[in-house]
């Protein structure tokens, strides 16, 4: 397999790394993002692996979450050559160990730059050693920073065939980030998912019907991992019961609140992520972690208006462009700015989207996207036990119902005060800035309370 480099398109892509990938496990940072590095390392090798070292560093995010948050999972299913879709992706540590081939994961204290660097050394069946760094920038983004003990000159290159959509060199785009987009839009009231087709067409070479069947695909496991999670999923290693059911078997009785949008909201949510965390397929957006607030409050919303799937699609692609705007400042991995970069950055997206589905134009939508996202900043990730599980259900209802307020706010004309573009730099500040403790380490917050330390204890009893 020949690698891509993108020197002349770096751009970031709506569904390379805003809105997916399609996957299975917790963490895209972590478990997809794993299975691209396994892909690559058996790419590199060229032949069947016999043994893979993978290093984590001391003090970078994977050192305490590798294993509860499926890294080591995702590195031996690619390195089977298996996709992050596929069901046996659970069993691919077992699976190596039938067709022996050793995996070791070991940690130690090397002066990591980035919180998930995968150092890997390889032994394939015929002699053959390689040994390469790559990175997991969010999202189930990867970049490959270093082979055979040289430096890749561009840090930004992927393995083409990794990702879903095929960028073309020097594309011809219709702006260069937010406040080029802004410009074009004076004057027009045009809706934000028609930029976000232009910038999608633009970088893949692609014409919009191509996006939009892309667009509907991604909605519709949106909608099955509703319906999985409603009708009940079951995982041995999680730390959350089924609960999505309660709040809509309970909808229509005085136990609860008259709420009907709200709870419907928190219901879908929390489907989703009681599907991402039964190893159901889910759409990352822009991450596993994240993966119940855009889908769960867009599906809602749309069940009470009656829109159609082609109309979530259209809003699929205004929340994609603001993903893409985050991106082109940042990644969206917790591991390097909190929670803020995932649920927070989603509540931004999910805020676009309902303007869209509602209407509303482009400007609006972006005014909505600034004030969700000035409601998350600073949010931190403290995961309880290693999981992708708590505080996470409940920071994906905060940012999708922040969503649903900062869109009708901007629908009625509140005004946003800071423009989108800089509330997104003033969110990457404030991440940098962020002890290391409070970014997916498991080293602060909830993660280190005493409860959360007995509900490690047993699930690594189990």
Known sequence: MSMKKEVKNNHPSIFNNVIGPIMRGPSSSHTAAAVRIGHLARNLLDEEPMRAEVIFDLNGSLATTYKGQGSAMGFAGGLLGKEMTDPELVQAEEICQQKHIEIIFRVEEYGAVHPNTYRVYLLGEH????????????????????????????????????MPIQLVADPALPFLD???????MEGSDNSLAEYGQRWEAALGG??????MKIALHHIQVMRQAIDKGMAGTHYPDRILPRQAYRLRDMANTDQLIPAPLTNLIIANVTAIMESKSAMELIVAAPTAGSCGTLGGTMMAVAELL???????????????????????????????????????????MTAAALVELMGGSGKTALKAASMALQNTMGLICDPVAD??????????????????AAANMALAGFVEV???????AAMHEVGK??????RCTCKGGLSITPAAAEIGKKLKRH
């Not at 999981?387 to 905060?398: A, D, H, I, Q, Y």
């Open 127 to 162: 002699g053959r050693e390689i040994s390469f760094t790559a990175l997991s920038t969010g999202g189930g983004v990867i970049n490959l920073v270093e082979l055979e003990g040289e430096r890749i000159a561009n840090d930004h290159d992927h393995v083409a065939p990794l």
């Open 178 to 184: 937010v406040k080029g987009c802004q410009s074009i």
């Open 206 to 211: 692609m014409n919009r019907e191509d996006i």
């Open 306 to 348: 009656g829109k159609k799937e082609a109309e979530l699609a259209e809003a699929l692609m205004a929340a994609g462009l603001v993903g893409v705007f985050i991106a082109q400042q940042g990644g969206f991995a917790a591991e390097e700015g909190g929670c803020q970069y995932e649920c927070g950055a989603a509540s931004g």
């Open 387 to 404: 999981r992708v599980e708590v505080p996470c259900l409940g920071k994906n209802v905060m940012a999708a119902l922040n969503g649903l």
């Open 418 to 424: 800071i423009p989108l573009g800089q509330v997104i």
């Open 433 to 438: 800035g962020m002890d290391s403790r409070y």
